[in-house]
Each structure stands twice: as C-alpha cells, then as structure tokens.
C-alpha cells in the first residue's frame, strides 16, 4: 500500500518499551481531543480521547495526558508492539464542529 | 457494524480532467467529512455535512471541488479540471453527532499527472 507520513517526525523504539509520542495543540479553546493511529494504505482510527475538563484518561495500554497550560497532549503506549508501528496524529475539537488534525509522528518499533 | 465504505481505491487522471469520489458512511451517522491528506501530512478538512447540509466548507476550493450529500447518506466529491497539486488520499469520515470521534474509510489515492 501507500506509504504515509514519508517526512514526518520520528520515533523509533524496541518492542517492549513504553513508547511516548507528543503534540502541541493550536487553539486555547479547544476542548476536546483525540488521538488516531494510521497504518499504510488506511484511513486514521481512533485510539482514546480526552476532555478539557480532564488532565488524564487510560485505555487498554494507552495512556493520554492533557497540560493545558502549555497546550501540550501526549500519547503514552506501554510494552510496545510492532503492530503499533504507524503514524499518530493528534486532533483538536474547539467545542463547535471541526476537527483540526496535527502533522503526525512515525513510530518505528524495532523487533 | 459495517465501516465508512469508499471507491475507489485508486485513480490516476491526467491534469484537466475530472474526477469523483464516492463515500458512504455509517449507518444512522449524521455527519460526514471529506479530508484531503497530502503526504507526510495531516488530513485536512475540506467539507462536513450535517445530514445533507454544508456545515463548513471553508477549505474548499469551491472553483473546482464541489461535494454533495444527497438524502443525507451517501456523498460524493467531485474534482473539475484537477491540478497536480491535488494529488493526494481523499479521506471521507463520519460520525454519530458533530465534533465527536470520527470513523474514517481508507481513503482514494488520486494521482493527477
């Protein structure tokens, strides 16, 4: 399939680390946020979610981490596994209806 | 439940020529999105549809892209004369209520050479 992402930024790690792939949003009044995973050749899939009102929200070995302050989201992947190679995006809703979609990193799992 | 379904899967048209695509989201999803993905880039947006009306098509360039949702169902997108900077995934999504998760299709890989 296609290849995405050819010159994003990249984060190469061995299978079985904690991967951490970060995002700094745009908007200040964005309150709402998601992380999606695109693999080649796929539209994007969601991941997790968070809220303004909250600073933290696990999933199944994803952790995501919100800093308003200095609009800062990260996306925390525990015991990383080479399925999880692909491109991460984040994304931010500023409360009405558009989802505004960062420029994504690369993960490289190593095996 | 059945995905965002989309063709096709590729094309490749020469500059000036038209092109279409067909997306046909999830069952009961009220909201549909056409991204636009340049690679080694993010989707952006170029228009969502709140069932068959235009909620945001201000990243449209309407002079030569039109997109319609018929019913509030299926929806097509239209390119007429391409560029070749329109190369690119075209990404159709949707989603149960606007700004929530969106569920996208695997896009159509345009090529306009």
Not at chain 1, 7 to 28: F, K, M, R, W
Not at chain 2, 2 to 19: C, W
Request: charged content about 20%; hydrophobic content about 35%; proline content about 4%.
């Amino acid at each position: 399939g296609e290849s995405v992402g050819l010159h994003l930024p990249t984060l190469s790690v061995q299978e079985g680390d904690n991967s951490i792939i970060n995002c700094a949003y745009s908007n200040s009044a964005s309150d709402y946020f998601i992380w999606y995973k695109q693999e080649s050749g796929k539209g994007p899939q969601f991941i997790i979610d968070i809220r303004s009102n909250m600073d933290k929200r696990q999933g199944q070995r994803v952790t995501v981490l919100l800093n308003k302050t200095v609009k800062h989201l990260s996306l925390q992947i525990a015991a990383t596994q080479p399925g999880d190679s692909a491109v991460y995006f984040c994304a931010e809703n500023t409360g009405g209806f558009k989802t505004i979609f960062g420029a994504g990193t690369r993960l490289f799992v190593k095996a | 439940e059945a995905g965002v379904a989309q063709s096709p899967r590729y094309k490749i048209i020469e500059k000036r020529q038209s092109v279409a695509f067909w997306c046909n989201p999830i069952s009961g999803h009220a909201t549909l999105y056409w991204y636009q993905q340049i690679l080694g880039q993010g989707p952006k947006l170029l228009i969502q549809f709140q069932n068959n009306g235009v909620v945001d098509d201000s990243q449209l360039p309407k002079d030569r892209f039109s997109a319609e949702r018929l019913k509030g169902v299926d929806s097509t997108l239209k390119i007429q004369p391409a560029k070749l900077e329109d190369s690119a995934v075209y990404l159709c999504a949707s989603s149960l209520v606007p700004g929530e998760a969106l569920h996208f299709g695997n896009g159509t890989r345009l090529t306009v050479t």
